[in-house]
């Protein structure tokens, strides 16, 4: 029997688990079924109820594949870790949405007051403004960006959500080198509290995660940001978030056990490679226009990701 035959037997017996983001799952039924035209016979359970089931799934051996529209957890990371001995691997295969958009929500932002003037923050400036005890000097005051005027003598007024391990940690852990929040960073409930915040205080800045921020349209506005170096503020629009620009932007990924001392099963391989290929990216695109807004890899991104995947699979 060749080995193509021999690959062919064995997915007309196999079941493979796929447990992650519920958000996810028209996109990964139709990776599924692509990788069914080179797999024939092989069946695909789904169990898609959040980016918080992934980790737990895959590292109780319950899942092959475990897809998330976020990055996951210290603690996620740390209890696979813990169960497995060695981290999980993953593939970016596109951005977690767009916007402000209509009737969908927008990713990850720092949000101003409408009247609030400042252009937009590098994302060294960000660091500075929401720790304590950066290396260049802490940003407390307006003037220290630049701004004049009513703004020129105000504190910042830092608002977001409890540093309790999920979003305001890793956003923590990503974006101000682990620092503590500033001391004046005052944490509400919600992140509609975090914007209600910032509408009726000009000299505010609030972070939170995805939000829909239709209610307070004209009170608030997205802060553009950039990474060090560049010259460009972006914000998460499409354009800017399909250049892989937007320093705050989510990954689609898909989290599998790399267990050191084995080859990845052909399934698996087959998943990876069709989900970085053309054919899987434009499976990407389908999904811009839809509620959930997903986005095709950029260029680089998308050269990166394969370079990686190449790597895994010739070990």
Not at 196 to 216: H, N
Request: aromatic fraction near 8%.
């Amino acid at each position: 029997m060749s080995k193509t035959a021999e690959i062919h037997e064995t997915s007309r017996s196999e079941q493979v688990r796929i447990v992650g983001n519920d958000g996810m799952q028209p996109l990964i039924e139709a990776l599924c079924r692509a990788v069914q035209h080179r797999h024939p016979g092989i069946e695909f359970d789904l169990e898609m109820h959040g980016s918080s089931t992934a980790f737990p799934a895959l590292a109780s051996d319950d899942c092959l594949i475990a897809p998330m529209s976020r990055g996951p957890w210290k603690s996620e990371q740390a209890s696979f870790r813990s169960a497995k001995g060695h981290a999980a691997a993953c593939i970016h295969i596109g951005y977690t949405g767009h916007g402000p958009r209509p009737g969908a929500k927008t990713p990850p932002a720092l949000y101003v007051h409408a009247e609030n003037p400042l252009a937009g923050l590098t994302m060294s400036d960000v660091a500075r403004v929401f720790s304590s005890g950066h290396p260049r000097g802490d940003v407390n005051f307006w003037h220290q960006l630049s701004l004049g005027g009513n703004f020129a003598h105000r504190r910042i007024h830092l608002y977001g959500l409890r540093d309790d391990g999920k979003y305001a940690s890793g956003f923590r852990e990503a974006h101000l080198g682990g620092r503590a929040y500033a001391a004046h960073y005052e944490t509400l409930p919600n992140r509609a509290a975090v914007i209600a915040a910032v509408a009726e205080d000009p000299y505010g800045i609030g972070s939170i995660g995805w939000f829909d921020g239709q209610d307070f349209e004209g009170s608030v506005r997205v802060l553009g940001l950039s990474r060090d170096g560049s010259d460009r503020f972006c914000t998460p629009d499409l354009a800017d978030v399909g250049a892989g620009a937007y320093p705050l932007s989510a990954f689609l990924s898909l989290y599998f056990d790399p267990a050191p001392n084995a080859k990845p099963s052909p399934v698996l391989a087959t998943f990876l490679e069709i989900a970085l290929s053309e054919e899987g990216q434009s499976l990407v695109a389908q999904h811009i226009s839809s509620h959930q807004g997903y986005v095709p890899l950029s260029a680089e991104d998308l050269a990166l990701e394969r370079s990686r995947l190449r790597a895994f699979l010739a070990r």
